[in-house]
T-cell receptor
Framework: KQEVTQIPAALSVPEGENLVLNCSFT??????LQWFRQDPGKGLTSLLL?????REQTSGRLNASLDKSSGRSTLYIAASQPGDSATYLC???????????FGPGTRLSVLP | NAGVMQNPRHLVRRRGQEARLRCSPM?????VYWYRQLPEEGLKFMVY????????ESGMPKERFSAEFPKEGPSILRIQQVVRGDSAAYFC????????????FGNGTRLTVT
């Protein structure tokens, strides 16, 4: 059974810092991995999708990497801004295409 | 191209009543997923449906919960005889025909059981 963990659970940084969020999964037989952000009281917004054959994806100040063999993904946020404050979740798509398993999330606060 | 639409946004039910949550996937998407998010907890998978078929319901409680995705119309998550522990945010997501494609989420339905 796939299990997904995220470290740290919460993170508070001053504006302008570069930061890394971590996601680990137990079963490396994944189809893809997706990073989301969730604002309080809102739904999830997709940030980046990495297919299992890819090593990384970039969008603006965001860069996500995937290392299937070690069961890890990182989300790198450059030059953080207060508007980046949200909960960041990673979700692993299993190899049968049936299910996405979510991590518990990292709650990020960027202080002005 | 409208996103995933869920309604109602907020739903209040008394214990013992029924709750019906609706989800219209993005245009062209035939895969629908339902997730539940309890306060201060992560998203928990409930059920995965394609048109007229339940593909995986391993996350659904055995009693009182059911889901459908008819040929026409939205997907429905139905909770019978609600209890206080059912209070949560229920999110629907859809993905394109190739699976598993990227998930697109609705804004959720927040169910409160009084």
């Amino acid at each position: 059974k796939q299990e997904v963990t995220q470290i740290p659970a919460a993170l508070s940084v001053p504006e302008g810092e570069n930061l890394v969020l971590n996601c680990s999964f137990t079963d490396s037989a994944i189809y893809n991995l997706q990073w989301f952000r969730q604002d309080p009281g809102k739904g999830l917004t997709s940030l980046l999708l990495i297919q299992s054959s890819q090593r990384e994806q970039t969008s603006g100040r965001l860069n996500a990497s995937l290392d299937k063999s070690s069961g890890r993904s990182t989300l790198y946020i450059a030059a953080s801004q207060p508007g980046d404050s949200a909960t960041y979740l990673c979700a692993v798509g299993d190899n049968y295409g049936q299910n996405f398993v979510f991590g518990p999330g990292t709650r990020l606060s960027v202080l002005p | 191209n409208a996103g995933v639409m869920q309604n109602p946004r907020h739903l209040v039910r008394r214990r013992g009543q029924e709750a019906r949550l609706r989800c219209s996937p993005m245009k062209g998407h035939s895969h629908v997923y339902w997730y539940r998010q309890l306060p201060e907890e992560g998203l928990k998978f409930m059920v995965y449906l394609q048109k007229e078929n339940i593909i995986d319901e391993s996350g659904m409680p055995k009693e009182r919960f059911s889901a459908e995705f008819p040929k026409e119309g939205p997907s429905i998550l139905r909770i019978q005889q609600v209890v206080r522990g059912d209070s949560a945010a229920y999110f629907c997501a859809s993905s394109p025909d190739f699976s598993p494609g990227p998930l697109h989420f609705g804004n959720g339905t927040r169910l409160t059981v009084t």
